[in-house]
């Protein structure tokens, strides 16, 4: 077997909200129990948590280290 294994070394990392709508991929009944529960009393939201502004915004700070390599 031929492989090759690319090695990278983050430069910037970049974290924000998810997706919560997963419920269903959850593989354990308890656990999906538990997160129905806590949607239900509000202490999680279903949807699309994720803050695109944000994401763009780092995504546009990588080009200059990009095109610098």
């Known amino acids: 077997m ?6 990278t070394y ?10 919560a ?3 269903g991929k959850i593989p354990s009944f308890s656990d999906r129990l ?3 529960l ?3 009393f509000g202490v999680w939201k279903e949807g699309d948590h994720r803050d695109w502004n944000a ?4 995504a546009e ?9």
Do not use: Q
């Not at 031929?2 to 090695?7: G, S, T, Y």
């Open 34 to 36: 538990k997160f129905r």
């Open 61 to 69: 700070s990588l080009v200059p280290l990009i095109i610098s390599r």
């Open 55 to 58: 994401i763009r915004t780092w």
């Open 2 to 7: 031929n492989a090759k294994i690319l090695v």
């Open 10 to 19: 983050a430069s910037r990392f970049g974290a924000t909200a998810g997706v």
């Open 21 to 23: 709508d997963a419920i």
């Open 38 to 40: 806590s949607v239900l």
